[in-house]
């Protein structure tokens, strides 16, 4: 059941990455911020087994990641 549970919490991570990469007229430092916000959920899920906390965090820290890559 854990299994499942991490690799659904995965998949709506990239389909959300996916969806939001496909925004052409984002400039770069805002697609990095999703880029790294998408990566940093995936982690953040895997990490810590799921955990809502572990993906949100994720998904923080990659954003802020994402952001300062120039």
Known sequence: MKTMKRIASSMVA???FAGMVGCSSWSAQDKNTAIGAGVGAVGGSVLTNGSTLGT???AVVGGA?????K
């Open 56 to 58: 949100v965090g994720g």
């Open 65 to 69: 990641v994402g952001r300062n890559v």
């Open 14 to 16: 990239v389909a959300a």
